[in-house]
């Protein structure tokens, strides 16, 4: 592998990574990365307002989930989306929502299709979140996204239907976030960032 232009991002000398080639690089490696379209981004740690901010996500998910069939879970979980047999990627959001964790493996690797995704932005990864994230998403199946920006104190929310983006919505001040993958599940926005 080698690292491309942005430094962000790897790929082989002959092209795209393969889901191969990711699986062997992660066998030899301490390191966390993912893929998309088939070049390799490491993932970097992130400040404390990205984590303060998905803490906060987590309790107000984990407790609205708690006892019902569906369940969050937050990074580092590694997520594999198919988009074709040549293109298979592999993201760890930073927040999912799992509603058939019957496609959790016997060695605890999920390859389904989380309702819900969540990602925390910060200025090193935002044009992945933002750009090639949102379209992985849409094409692969995911019914809604939320963009999280901490240093705009602002929600994105996304509704994917048949591969287009059904709805889109930006919370700010005071708002509150409504699911409508998860009706009755609310987040209200001065509850997430730092004061």
Request: with cysteine; net charge negative; hydrophobic share 35%.
């Amino acid at each position: 592998l080698r690292f491309g232009e942005s430094e962000t991002d790897c790929q082989t000398e002959t092209g795209p990574v393969s889901h191969q080639d990711y699986l062997e690089l992660m066998d030899k490696s301490d390191e966390r990365y993912e893929l998309i379209d088939g070049e390799i981004y490491p993932l970097t740690a992130t400040a404390y307002a990205h984590q303060y901010v998905l803490g906060k996500l987590y309790v107000i998910l984990s407790n609205w989930f708690n006892g019902k069939d569906c369940q969050p879970l937050f990074a580092p979980f590694a997520e594999t989306l198919i988009k074709s047999e040549t293109n298979i990627n592999v993201v760890q959001p930073d927040l999912l929502v799992i509603c058939d964790p019957e496609k959790i493996s016997a060695d605890g690797k999920y390859s389904g299709i989380p309702a819900l995704i969540v990602e925390v932005l910060s200025p090193a990864t935002l044009s992945k979140d933002l750009v090639k994230k949102t379209e992985l998403y849409l094409q692969t199946g995911v019914r809604e996204y939320w963009t999280v920006n901490p240093e705009g104190k602002t929600v994105c929310q996304y509704v994917f239907a048949d591969k287009d983006i059904a709805d889109y919505r930006v919370y700010i001040g005071d708002a509150v976030i409504q699911s409508t993958c998860f009706p009755g599940l609310e987040v209200r926005l001065y509850e997430l960032f730092l004061k």
